[in-house]
């Protein structure tokens, strides 16, 4: 006699031998027994005369079975380092493997209060077959969380129940943080201050609870941006530690944008960057006059004129250094030496006395450029110009018996006479 039937978990088969009804219960015990499944079952009478029965079971032993699936077949999840405060979230897939239908699933995580959860809705039932995709998530408060932890789903299936479980391994540690105590601002700056660029401290304190090994950088335009402390350095945890930048702008307007970035050393992973912001402003300082036109003189006899040029400034708060005055390369001017670094105070001026030796005739221009403080880059720029003349005042060699020639020497010696007069003046 051949019995067939489905075993979800455990069922009573009956079967007739002669006048006697037998009831065969199978049982389920494990999800090992699911499929398909056969036995024999002898019956033996105490009678020596009667023969033993033999009886055939086949049956299908249904069961739930609950699966977790990470990825294309893993059970674990690494968040890796977390800020405190901050969370990481991942998916995964809880399966039920099996032909039964799952229920009453529940969800352990231990140990608890690591910073580990399981996002809800957590599924109450699974049907077969059936899926869920939920989400672990790592959650960090202090630094006691992380650490392995382990989630452990339990559910039941069949009359009367049985259990089913399966369970997601979860790691994850704290990153080490760093809290930013006071942020840089920088005032607007004069291009290319030179030793007067301003220095401006990010400071910042390990909230973590280990030592932190950091490397301070800037990113971007490193000529106007500069970390003057040092580069790398380690934190206690509960430190401060201050981090400096100078900023030198190179020419007027917004600067550059630019980062500093503060690295975890040991993880290579940014723990702080914030933005650096200024403005570069122009001295409001002018050489004057725009051309300076000196009076005309003989090649070779200097002319000077007092008070000629002026440096005046029209900013209301600052003094300034006259660094130089500088002209072209073998100019036929010169100019008053303003001596080293001659201060400029707020809306004031200074003036200087222009020389004119020309050597040769006609007439003559150059250029004066104004150098202010430690700035490489001219100030201002002015146009100079004079004018030379040959004066022959021994005349022309030979006797000129009246006439023209009279008249023309007699208008030589007035025009010498009139250059010297002029000479003398000063």
Same mark, same amino acid.
Not at 161 to 184: E, R, V
Not at 338 to 365: H, M, N, Q
Not at 405 to 417: E, I, M, P, V
């Given at each position: 006699?051949?019995?067939?039937?489905?075993?979800?978990?455990?069922?009573?088969?009956?079967?007739?031998?002669?006048?006697?009804? =037998?009831?065969?219960?199978?049982?389920?015990?494990?999800?090992?027994?699911?499929?398909?499944?056969?036995?024999?079952?002898?019956?033996?009478?105490?009678?020596?005369?009667?023969?033993?029965?033999?009886?055939?079971?086949? +049956?299908?032993?249904?069961?739930?079975?609950?699966?977790?699936?990470? !990825?294309?077949? !893993?059970?674990?999840?690494?968040?890796?380092?977390?800020?405190?405060?901050?969370?990481?979230?991942?998916?995964?897939? @809880?399966?039920?493997? +099996?032909?039964?239908?799952?229920?009453?699933?529940?969800? =352990?995580?231990?140990?608890?209060?690591?910073?580990?959860? /399981?996002?809800?809705?957590?599924?109450?039932?699974?049907?077969? #077959? +059936?899926?869920?995709?939920?989400?672990?998530?790592?959650?960090?408060?202090?630094?006691?969380?992380?650490?392995?932890?382990?989630?452990?789903?339990? +559910?039941?299936?069949?009359?009367? *129940?049985? $259990?089913?479980?399966?369970?997601?391994?979860?790691? %994850?540690?704290?990153?080490?943080?760093?809290? /930013?105590?006071?942020?840089?601002?920088?005032?607007?700056?004069?291009?290319? *201050?030179?030793? $007067?660029?301003?220095?401006?401290?990010?400071?910042? &304190?390990?909230?973590?609870?280990?030592?932190?090994?950091?490397?301070?950088?800037?990113?971007?335009?490193?000529?106007?941006? $500069?970390?003057?402390?040092?580069?790398?350095?380690?934190?206690?945890? %509960?430190?401060? &530690?201050?981090?400096?930048?100078?900023?030198?702008?190179? =020419?007027?307007?917004?600067?550059? #944008?630019?980062? @500093?970035? @503060?690295?975890?050393?040991?993880?290579? $992973?940014?723990?702080?960057?914030?933005?650096?912001?200024?403005?570069?402003?122009?001295?409001?300082? &002018?050489?004057?006059?725009?051309?300076?036109?000196?009076?005309?003189?003989?090649? %070779?006899?200097?002319?000077?004129?007092?008070?000629?040029?002026?440096?005046?400034?029209?900013?209301?708060?600052?003094?300034?250094? /006259?660094r130089a005055i500088e002209l072209d390369e073998a100019s036929p001017f010169t100019i008053e030496d303003p001596g080293p670094d001659l201060e400029l105070p707020a809306l004031s001026e200074r003036r200087f006395a222009v020389t004119f030796t020309p050597k040769t005739k006609g007439k003559i221009t150059a250029k004066a450029r104004l150098y202010l403080d430690m700035d490489p880059t001219m100030q201002h720029e002015v146009t100079l110009e004079g004018t030379a003349v040959f004066v022959d005042a021994h005349g022309g060699g030979g006797c000129a018996a009246g006439g023209a020639g009279g008249s023309?020497?007699?208008?030589?010696?007035?025009?010498?006479?009139?250059?010297?007069?002029?000479?003398?003046?000063?």
């Amino acid at each position: 006699m051949l019995e067939r039937a489905r075993v979800t978990p455990s069922r009573a088969i009956k079967c007739r031998l002669g006048s006697v009804v =037998v009831s065969i219960l199978l049982t389920i015990s494990s999800a090992a027994d699911a499929g398909p499944r056969t036995a024999t079952v002898t019956s033996t009478s105490k009678d020596p005369d009667t023969s033993s029965v033999h009886i055939s079971v086949a +049956g299908i032993g249904s069961t739930g079975k609950l699966v977790v699936v990470v !990825g294309l077949g !893993g059970t674990s999840i690494d968040f890796g380092p977390v800020l405190e405060g901050s969370s990481v979230t991942r998916t995964f897939t @809880l399966t039920n493997a +099996g032909d039964a239908t799952v229920t009453n699933i529940t969800a =352990v995580v231990s140990p608890a209060n690591v910073g580990y959860s /399981i996002d809800p809705p957590l599924p109450s039932t699974l049907s077969a #077959p +059936g899926f869920s995709i939920l989400t672990a998530r790592f959650a960090p408060q202090s630094a006691s969380d992380g650490g392995p932890a382990t989630v452990t789903f339990t +559910g039941s299936w069949g009359s009367p *129940p049985a $259990q089913t479980s399966a369970q997601l391994t979860l790691d %994850g540690s704290i990153q080490p943080s760093l809290t /930013i105590m006071d942020s840089p601002a920088f005032p607007d700056t004069f291009r290319n *201050p030179g030793d $007067q660029a301003p220095v401006r401290s990010l400071k910042v &304190q390990n909230t973590s609870g280990a030592m932190l090994r950091v490397s301070a950088m800037v990113t971007n335009d490193t000529d106007v941006w $500069q970390l003057v402390s040092e580069a790398q350095v380690e934190i206690s945890a %509960g430190a401060m &530690q201050e981090f400096l930048v100078r900023f030198s702008p190179k =020419v007027a307007g917004s600067a550059p #944008p630019a980062k @500093l970035r @503060l690295v975890n050393v040991d993880s290579n $992973q940014t723990l702080i960057s914030i933005d650096l912001h200024g403005q570069g402003r122009d001295r409001n300082v &002018q050489l004057l006059p725009e051309v300076l036109q000196l009076r005309i003189t003989a090649i %070779g006899r200097p002319v000077t004129v007092d008070d000629a040029l002026v440096v005046a400034s029209n900013d209301e708060t600052h003094t300034f250094q /006259i660094r130089a005055i500088e002209l072209d390369e073998a100019s036929p001017f010169t100019i008053e030496d303003p001596g080293p670094d001659l201060e400029l105070p707020a809306l004031s001026e200074r003036r200087f006395a222009v020389t004119f030796t020309p050597k040769t005739k006609g007439k003559i221009t150059a250029k004066a450029r104004l150098y202010l403080d430690m700035d490489p880059t001219m100030q201002h720029e002015v146009t100079l110009e004079g004018t030379a003349v040959f004066v022959d005042a021994h005349g022309g060699g030979g006797c000129a018996a009246g006439g023209a020639g009279g008249s023309a020497g007699a208008a030589a010696l007035t025009l010498a006479a009139a250059l010297a007069r002029r000479l003398r003046r000063r």
